[in-house]
C-alpha cells in the first residue's frame, strides 16, 4: 500500500512521504495547516487511491468524543415502551436495540479496512482527543450498557486534520505522524491549478498567480487567501471572461484586482489592500 498521489489531487514528495510514514507505523496522520491547502481532500483522495472505503467524522465545538462510539437513545426506547403492545415490549426490553453505532464503530467493525477521517479536530473542546487516546491506540472500546467489547477487525487508516485554531494535548501528539500542509509555492500551485482548470492560458494563468500571490504577501492580512479560492476566483474570471488586461497592470502597480470578495474575505483586508494601492498609485 502506497500513496502517490492521484490525477485529482497534487501531493508534494514531503505530504507524500508522510502518508506513507503513517500508513507503516500504523498510526493516526495528524495533518495541519491553514483552511483550504487540501487536509480534508487528502482523506479523501488516499482512501481512493488505496480503495478503501472512507468514514468522516466532522467535528463540530459540540461533539463529543463518546458520539463517535456509539449513544444509548434512551428517548426513543422510552417512547416504544410506552406506544408498544405486548409484542414491541421484546424490543424494548434489550437495550441493544437502542445502541446508536458511531463512526468510530463502524470503522472497527467493517469487513475491510477502512479510512477514517476526524475532520478539524481542534474544532471541539480541549477533552475530545484526550477522550479518544485509548480508542485510537489500542483499538477497542467497551460498551457499558451492553457489556460488549468491540474491537477493530482490520486497523482503519486514520487521518485527523487540524486548523489549529487550539494546540493539542502532547499525550495525543504523540500517538500520531505530523504533518503540515505548507501552503503551495508556485510551482505546485500551478500544477493544482492545471488538476482544475486544465488547458487554461498560460498568460492568463500567470497573471492571476501574481495578483493572487501580491494579495497573498501583502504584511498584515486578517485572513490570507488559499489554495480554494484561488481557484474560486479563477472560476470566476473565465465565466465572467474577464479579459488579460484588466490582471496585469501596464506599470507594475499592484491594483484592486477584479471579484475581490473571491479572495478577500473580510473589510479590513479589503481595505488594507485599497489602502495600499492608493499609496502605490501617488508615490509612484
Ligand atoms: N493539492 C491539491 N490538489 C488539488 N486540489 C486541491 C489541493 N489542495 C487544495 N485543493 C482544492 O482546494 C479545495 C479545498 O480543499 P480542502 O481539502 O477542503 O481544504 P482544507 O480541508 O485544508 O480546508 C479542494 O476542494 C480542492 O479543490
Ligand atoms: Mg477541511
Known amino acids: ?5 492521484t490525477d485529482n489531487y497534487v501531493a508534494t514528495q514531503d505530504l507524500m512521504l508522510a502518508v506513507n510514514a503513517a500508513i507503516t507505523l500504523q498510526r493516526p496522520l495528524l495533518v495541519k495547516g491553514e483552511p483550504g491547502t487540501g487536509k480534508t481532500m487528502l482523506a479523501e483522495e488516499v482512501a481512493a487511491a488505496l480503495g478503501m472505503p472512507l468514514l468522516q467524522w466532522h467535528v463540530k465545538s459540540t461533539t463529543k468524543a463518546q458520539q463517535g462510539l456509539y449513544e444509548y437513545d434512551a428517548v426513543s426506547r422510552l417512547r416504544d415502551s410506552q406506544l408498544s403492545g405486548i409484542e ?3 424490543k424494548v426490553r434489550d437495550i441493544s436495540n437502542y445502541i446508536v453505532r458511531g463512526v468510530l464503530w463502524q470503522a472497527f467493525t467493517a469487513d475491510q479496512p477502512v479510512a477514517l477521517l476526524i475532520d478539524e479536530i481542534d474544532k471541539a473542546d480541549i477533552e475530545f482527543p484526550n477522550d479518544l487516546l485509548r480508542e485510537i491506540d489500542r483499538m477497542e472500546f467497551y460498551v457499558y450498557e451492553t457489556r460488549e467489547l468491540v474491537r477493530a477487525k482490520h486497523r482503519p487508516l486514520v487521518f485527523i486534520t487540524s486548523n489549529n ?7 495525543f501528539l504523540r500517538r500520531c505522524f505530523f504533518h503540515y500542509i505548507k501552503f503551495p509555492d508556485a510551482d505546485t500551485m500551478k500544477r493544482i491549478v ?19 500571490y501580491d494579495v497573498r504577501n501583502l504584511p498584515g492580512l486578517k485572513k490570507k487567501p488559499s489554495t480554494s479560492e484561488l481557484l474560486d476566483w479563477l472560476k470566476l474570471l473565465l465565466a465572467e471572461d474577464i479579459p488579460l488586461e484588466v490582471l496585469q497592470s501596464q506599470d507594475q502597480k499592484v491594483t484592486v484586482p477584479p471579484l475581490v470578495g473571491a479572495l478577500l474575505k473580510n473589510e479590513q483586508d ?3 489592500f485599497e489602502k495600499l494601492v492608493f499609496m502605490q498609485r501617488h508615490n509612484r
Do not use: C, N, R, Y
Open 165 to 171: 485554531e487550539k494546540e493539542l494535548p502532547d499525550a
Open 194 to 212: 492545471d488538476v482544475h482548470f486544465p488547458g487554461l492560458k498560460a498568460e492568463l494563468l500567470g497573471a492571476a498567480m501574481k495578483t493572487f
Open 88 to 90: 414491541g415490549s421484546e
Open 1 to 5: 500500500m502506497k500513496f502517490q498521489g
Open 270 to 272: 479589503v481595505s488594507l
